[in-house]
């Protein structure tokens, strides 16, 4: 069984940033392609970033390019959202996501693995 277990959310001021942890138990291994995504109130889930179990392939919502980057350390089964000059657009629940496929995948369905979200708020 593989369990995803986000960290890191919190309160910022626009232009500010933070970095989101995310940490995966169980059954584990580096072959688990990752991804972030993020939900509003009132609003559906919306992919955020992913990046392949390889660490050679990222994808990222246009919304956050050029702000958001995602990286990844296999030998401590961890993946971080580091994001950059937040918007109060950007407030929401962000959560982690797993999924066995080797591609990069950015259709929220297909990850069957989820953390339960941290709330990230970006307000003055």
């Known amino acids: 069984q593989v369990q995803v277990e986000e960290s890191g959310g919190g309160l910022v001021q626009p232009g500010g940033s933070l970095r989101l942890s995310c940490v995966l138990f169980g059954r584990t291994s580096s072959s688990y392609t990752m991804g972030w995504s993020r939900q509003a109130p009132g609003n559906q889930r919306e992919f955020v970033a992913a990046i392949s179990w390889s660490d050679t392939a990222t994808m990222y919502a246009d919304f956050v390019k050029g702000r958001f980057t995602i990286s990844r350390e296999n030998a401590k089964n961890t993946v971080a959202l580091q994001m950059n000059s937040l918007k109060p657009d950007d407030t929401a629940v962000y959560y982690c996501?797993?999924?066995?496929?080797?591609?990069?995948?950015?259709?929220?369905?297909?990850?069957?693995?989820w953390g339960r979200g941290t709330q990230v708020t970006v307000s003055s």
């Open positions: 996501a797993a999924t066995t496929s080797r591609l990069v995948v950015t259709n929220t369905g297909d990850y069957p693995y």
